[in-house]
Nanobody, 125 residues
């Protein structure tokens, strides 16, 4: 069974940085697009960023554009989300997700086949 395990969350002051990691394991599955979503307390899950299998294409939500960078290392089966200039409104549980579909850049959660358990990011003001 495919598993996604996130790490790297924590408590940080506004203006600080965090690097989230997502390690995938399990049976080989088709070259997925990998994404990060987040869900704040009482809010819907929202798209943050997506990267294609090769790592050559990325898309970001407007709310994080210029502050976040998604990358991956296929040799380590790991996807990263580097977050800078963090704001209190970035506080959320961050989830890694895998989309095995053939359509690039899907930003809705229902398109994703596998999910991690999430890692909490809390930004204090």
């Amino acid at each position: 069974q495919v598993q996604l395990v996130e790490s790297g969350g924590g408590l940080v002051q506004a203006g600080g940085s965090l690097r989230l990691s997502c390690v995938t394991s399990g049976p080989t599955f088709s070259r997925p697009n990998m994404a990060w979503f987040r869900q704040g307390s009482g809010k819907d899950r929202e798209f943050v960023a997506v990267i294609d299998w090769s790592g050559g294409s990325t898309i970001y939500a407007d709310s994080v554009k210029g502050r976040c960078s998604i990358s991956k290392d296929n040799t380590k089966n790991t996807v990263y989300l580097e977050m800078n200039s963090l704001k209190p409104e970035d506080t959320a549980v961050y989830y890694c997700a895998a989309d095995q579909g053939s359509i690039w850049g899907r930003r809705w959660a229902t398109a994703y086949d596998y999910w991690g358990q999430g890692t909490q990011v809390t930004v204090s003001s």
